[in-house]
């Protein structure tokens, strides 16, 4: 008796080199990818949008360099996007499975009245993850978190004219529980984490310091705030409003690191 043939191998992932390879730009290298392919980002300024609509990996060839938004270096990758056109975030990613593994510096200017990102994630899986990032935003927010459940990892969300982190349930209303762990952020005009809308993410080991607003701002959300260190904040550290779910100020003040212990239970401004 003749064993039957074996199953097909899956396609050995591919790896495209962008900047000083294969293309020239991380749009060319998105139309080539397939889901679970590699782009690989030469050292160099893209000044481009990042539209991440498949599994792929974006990372760089450098992975030891470590940029800063003020000070980013000749060695790093940088991603700018500066557009006269109002709400374009510079990277957005609508997918589960999509990573983004720096050091990558990511910076954006787009013009709005409202909420507006650097980094906009929509509806993304848990398996959608942003590590090691640095993430500047000269008109809005770092990050804007839209449902679903992405990790964010290791970033420095920094010098943002609103909030480091913005996170919301998605426009159905369905809670999203992002993962936001290990992040700088900090010397942001508003917010350090701004929660609202019935999200439920967890935030846990961050430093939140120097913010021009609440070091953490919830409203109308529950979720998980432990080990953060939240100082120095110029409205003070943590405000709350209806919070859901059982989570209490006095578990949040004794799970996370405050200066004087300051929680504050306001309504907060729209932001």
Request: aromatic letters at 4%; charged letters at 20%; hydrophobic letters at 35%.
């Amino acid at each position: 008796m003749v064993a039957p043939p074996p199953p097909p191998s899956r396609a050995a992932e591919t790896i495209i080199t962008v900047g000083q390879g294969d293309v020239q730009t991380i749009a060319e290298a998105l139309k080539l990818a397939n889901d679970g392919d590699t782009i690989l980002l030469s050292p160099g300024m893209y000044r481009e949008r990042v539209i991440l609509n498949k599994a792929v990996t974006l990372t760089t060839v450098s992975a030891a360099f470590s940029p800063s938004p003020s000070s980013p270096g000749s060695e790093g990758v940088e991603i700018i996007w500066e557009t006269d056109q109002p709400y374009e975030s510079t990277l957005v990613c609508t997918v589960d499975g999509a990573a983004v593994k720096g050091p990558i510096l990511i910076k954006h200017n787009s013009y709005s009245i409202a909420n507006n990102y650097a980094v906009q994630l929509i509806n993304c899986g848990s398996s959608t993850i942003i590590d090691g990032c640095f993430i500047s935003s000269e008109t809005g927010s770092g990050i804007g978190i839209e449902g679903g459940e992405p990790q964010i990892r290791n970033c420095t969300l920094k010098n943002c004219a609103r909030s480091g982190v913005m996170v919301f349930s998605d426009l159905d209303g369905t809670p999203g529980a992002p993962k936001i762990q290990g992040c700088s952020i900090e010397s942001n005009k508003q917010h350090g984490v701004l929660v609202r809308d019935g999200a439920e993410p967890v935030v846990v080991g961050n430093k939140i310091q120097g913010n021009g607003g609440y070091g953490l701002a919830l409203q109308g959300c529950a979720g998980e705030y432990t080990q953060n260190k939240i100082k120095e904040n110029s409205k003070g550290q943590v405000a709350i409003h209806l919070l859901l779910d059982g989570l209490a100020s006095a578990r949040i003040a004794e799970e996370n690191e405050l200066e004087m212990k300051m929680i504050t239970d306001t309504t907060l401004k729209m932001m």
